[in-house]
């Protein structure tokens, strides 16, 4: 990994690193569970 990229924020559900900032505040989800939560509200309602 690049040494100059900031430090990742872990993903709240599976803890592996995303793609906000750890300067990012609030819930954050990795690339796999970002798509998952997106599917699971898109049919809820």
């Known amino acids: 990994?690049?040494?100059k990229s900031p430090p990742y924020a872990e993903?709240?559900?599976c803890?592996?690193?995303?793609?906000?900032p750890e300067s990012v505040k609030?819930?954050?989800?990795?690339?796999?569970?970002?798509?998952q939560e997106a599917q699971r509200?898109?049919?809820?309602?």
Do not use: F, H, N, Q
């Not at 803890?15 to 906000?20: M, Q, W």
């Not at 509200?41 to 309602?45: I, L, P, Q, W």
């Open 1 to 3: 990994m690049d040494e």
């Open 11 to 13: 993903c709240v559900l």
């Open 15 to 20: 803890r592996k690193p995303t793609e906000y």
């Open 26 to 35: 609030g819930i954050v989800y990795c690339p796999v569970c970002e798509w």
């Open 41 to 45: 509200t898109a049919c809820s309602g």
